[in-house]
Structure formats: structure tokens, C-alpha cells
């Protein structure tokens, strides 16, 4: 199970603009790491709106001001501006309880 936690209270995502990409739901306001997207993103004339978001420990995602490369998962455009480049919030926290599969022959 995952849930957005702390970004969501504080910001607001901007999904005026369409994806392209297959990848992600249209409207969720996330940006593919590659083609027009990416450029999209690299290009957007306000880029302290642009936010990265991460691969985290374990299995959680956490967002981080800016254009990264590193670790990058989508790229997201916000409504406000961030104010320090050291931003960084939780974006998915995954639930890690895993129930067992038991096979029956």
C-alpha cells in the first residue's frame, strides 16, 4: 500500500499540462525521465517549480527540490515554488508487511 505523505500537504502539483508518456496515469502531474517529457521539464521556465523525485532507502520514494539525474524515478512540476535546494519530502511510503504465500500441491 502507498500513500502520499508531507509533499501533498505543502504543495500542489500542476497537471495542466498532458503526458506523453504510457507510464503514468494522465493528470498525476508526474514527467517521464526521457523524450519530450524530460525536455518538458529541463525547459520549463520557472525550475524552482521543478521537483525530482527519488528512489529512498528500502523501498520508499522522497522527492527533492530541483532537476537531479541520480536516482531519479518521474520529474513533477509544482504550483509554489520550493525555497531551498536541501527540500526534501516523503513522496511514497510503501508498506512493507508482505503477507506469505503458501503453495498447496
Known amino acids: ?41 529541463r525547459n520549463f521556465p520557472n525550475q524552482k517549480r521543478v521537483w525530482t523525485v527519488i ?11 530541483g532537476y537531479h539525474y541520480v536516482n531519479r524515478v518521474c520529474y513533477v512540476i509544482s504550483g509554489q515554488e520550493w525555497k531551498s535546494e536541501d527540500e526534501e519530502y516523503m513522496w511514497c511510503e510503501f508498506d512493507t508487511e508482505v503477507e506469505e504465500v503458501v503453495e498447496s500441491d
Open 55 to 65: 528512489d529512498g532507502d528500502g523501498d520508499n520514494l522522497y522527492i527533492i527540490a
Open 1 to 41: 500500500m502507498k500513500k502520499h505523505i508531507e509533499f501533498d500537504t505543502l504543495f500542489t502539483i500542476d497537471d495542466t499540462t498532458l503526458m506523453k508518456s504510457e507510464n503514468f496515469e494522465e493528470g498525476t502531474g508526474q514527467y517521464e525521465t526521457f523524450g519530450e517529457d524530460v525536455e518538458y521539464v
